[in-house]
């Protein structure tokens, strides 16, 4: 158990509501974002996903520039950028660049998972996701960004020593085994792939190694993902959580297109509405009240030392209400220890 309480931070999929295009939905993240750093989160974080017309964040770290040059003090990263479909030295150098534009703010999460279908993941000439070629590659990127060692041939990458700050993601034991082998924070996303969280979380505790070269933390250090709505009233929340109810039905079914409006929400077939429910178990909805007592009864028992909330909605102003419901109600908790 942490003697500290968990922040809060965001990760945003940059989703596409229906009725409007890939720009309104960039601009209404810089606004959340802006929201998030008014309420207190501590980190804004952008995925990375490619051929989806329901996502606009194919693009991260141009996402993250946007974002970091419309905030002042929130930390901004990756969750994640999918490392095998980039060269390290590449991701190095746009990492290394923000670094150097917003001093202390930018984190890189990274991932293995494509982001996308087979065909478009060959088009992007993506390299192995075995782990320990990403292993591999995530060292490399880290002595990118470390500070220069003056040896013979070494590469001038922008941003070295800038404190660009390594995250390894995950959705099984494979990135866990990472992270711990390289003394790395990591992250689950338990928000849509719940299965594994306790034990990837136990996996990495076991084999985290303080003295690995690219050691980043001295104990292990884990944050974990789960969807958040809030509203002012238990009823209201409810109702907007269908948008991402429904959402997710497209992704299971292979038919995601842009947020509905709950009032569209289609029903779904009792199978397939059992299959949402499982994979959305880590959800937290209700009033900000009724949202901050979930968080805590989740989070306590697993040790974390910072809660990713994620939020969908087809209007992004329910999305900045939510998060400021919930950022302020749980700065309040914090404030009296939870």
């Not at 996903?49 to 606009?56: D, E, G, R």
């Not at 040059?69 to 999918?82: E, F, K, L, N, P």
């Not at 980039?86 to 917003?102: I, S, Y």
Request: glycine letters at 10%; proline letters at 7%.
């Amino acid at each position: 158990m942490r003697s500290r309480p968990p922040a809060l931070s965001v990760l945003d999929l940059v989703p596409v509501s229906a009725g409007s295009g890939p720009g309104e939905a960039i601009r209404a993240a810089c606004s959340a974002a802006r929201t998030a750093e008014r309420y207190g989160y501590r980190r804004y974080w952008l995925a990375e996903h490619h051929n989806s017309p329901a996502l606009a964040c194919s693009a991260t770290t141009i996402l993250m520039g946007a974002v970091a040059a419309a905030t002042d003090t929130i930390r901004v990263g990756s969750g994640g950028i999918m490392l095998p479909n980039h060269a390290p030295l590449r991701v190095a150098e746009d990492l290394g660049t923000l670094a150097v534009m917003f001093p202390g703010r930018i984190d890189c999460g990274l991932g293995r998972a494509p982001g996308t279908d087979p065909r478009t993941a060959a088009r992007l000439r993506r390299g192995s996701a075995d782990l320990a070629d990403f292993t591999r590659d995530v060292t490399e990127l880290h002595d990118y960004l470390g500070p220069a060692s003056g040896a013979p041939g070494e590469t001038a990458v922008i941003g070295r020593g800038a404190g660009v700050e390594l995250f390894v993601l995950g959705s099984s034991t494979g990135g866990a085994r990472t992270a711990a082998e390289l003394g790395l924070p990591f992250s689950f996303a338990s928000h849509f792939a719940p299965d594994h969280l306790h034990e990837a979380l136990a996996v990495y505790r076991e084999n985290f190694n303080p003295e690995a070269p690219t050691a980043q933390v001295d104990e292990p250090w884990v944050s974990a993902a789960v969807n958040v709505m809030a509203a002012e009233t238990t009823a209201d929340a409810r109702c907007q959580l269908l948008t991402l109810r429904q959402s997710f039905a497209g992704v299971l079914t292979g038919k995601r297109g842009p947020l509905v409006a709950p009032g569209d929400v289609a029903e779904l077939h009792p199978i397939l509405q059992s299959r949402v429910n499982h994979s959305l178990r880590v959800t937290a909805c209700g009033t900000a009240a009724e949202v901050a007592d979930q968080l805590i009864d989740w989070a306590g028992p697993l040790g974390l030392d910072e809660i990713i909330t994620v939020t969908y909605a087809h209007d992004p102003v329910v999305r900045r209400i939510s998060l400021a419901l919930v950022g302020e109600e749980w700065g309040r908790r914090v404030d009296r220890g939870l």
